[in-house]
């Protein structure tokens, strides 16, 4: 049996509609926070269970009977160590076979300020024993292209990534390289290192925009405390608007960056182009 964490977010719910293109549906589990919102999965078979991050005492219930599990990193940044936690616990105690877990780009070596928890949460796997598999998911392209209408509106995409390239990818296709780390074996001991197939700059992302809408949009670099300010001027929170700004101020430095092609080989095919991304956006 396979449990997937946080299965109605984006990736989670997309991890299972890989699965069962993989294994039946009864073999799948979807763990969630709100059983109401995942109707829609239980429709198509998938065994729905209550959990949640906060509780730990959902997760035995949650995880009984399971020989794989994806741990899909909690959404609440500050608060994923204890949570993360209180699902290895957990997985421990039921005996299971594989515990996956989505982690971030180079976390061992990443100068992001959110690595920092996966850095924590991946030191817990190994010093709990289980047999684990790591997906070091790097920069989703949806990050980018769901600013498109904004950017459009503006005349501008702003940051403070330089010419840092970035190697991305759509969350669609590091789900698949979910589900087949999920579904395949001797995965117990790897780490991945997924990234998309090619890899762009911001001003390369303006360009690409301004071609595909036939309207002039331009990179506007800026130092990462004047960026961070655009960002809360947009409406983020004050911290979450600060680790931002130093996510692309690690672009500038390389931090997303990786051509190693783990995700396609994984995938057994090339990844989304993020052209194809911002024209779907469009």
């Not at 699965?19 to 709100?34: D, E, F, I, Y």
């Not at 990443?110 to 997906?135: C, D, F, N, Q, W």
């Not at 004050?238 to 080989?265: H, M, P, R, W, Y």
Request: aromatic residues 6%; hydrophobic residues 45%.
């Amino acid at each position: 049996m396979i449990v997937i964490t946080g299965a109605t977010g984006q990736l989670g719910r997309l991890v299972i509609d890989s699965l069962l293109q993989k294994v039946p549906a009864s073999s799948l589990v979807a763990a969630v926070r709100n059983v109401e919102k995942a109707e829609d999965i239980a429709a198509l078979g998938v065994q729905v269970r209550q959990a949640d991050y906060n509780d730990p005492t959902g997760w035995d219930a949650a995880l009984q009977g399971a020989d794989r599990v994806l741990l899909i990193s909690s959404s609440e940044v500050g608060q994923r160590i204890q949570q993360h936690q209180n699902v290895i616990a957990a997985a421990k105690r039921a005996g299971v076979q594989l515990l996956a877990y989505t982690s971030i780009l180079h976390a061992d070596i990443s100068m992001l300020t959110l690595a920092e928890e996966h850095r924590e949460t991946e030191a817990a796997i190994k010093a709990s024993g289980l047999p684990s598999v790591i997906l070091r998911n790097g920069w989703y392209t949806e990050n980018y292209t769901m600013g498109i209408g904004t950017a459009l509106a503006l005349g501008a995409v702003y940051g403070c990534a330089g010419d840092g390239r970035i190697s991305s990818a759509v969350r669609a296709d590091y789900a698949e390289a979910a589900a087949v780390a999920l579904a395949s074996d001797n995965q117990a001991g790897r780490v991945y290192e997924l990234a998309g197939d090619t890899a762009y700059t911001l001003s390369d992302l303006a360009a690409e925009i301004s071609r595909q809408s036939g309207k002039t949009v331009n990179y506007v670099n800026l130092p990462e405390s004047e960026y961070k300010d655009v960002l809360v001027g947009a409406g983020l929170p004050e911290a979450f608007a600060a680790i931002l700004a130093n996510a692309d101020t690690g672009v500038s430095k390389g931090a997303l960056f990786e051509d190693g092609k783990q995700l396609s080989t994984l995938i057994g095919r090339p990844t989304q182009g993020w052209e194809a991304a911002v024209k779907a956006a469009l």
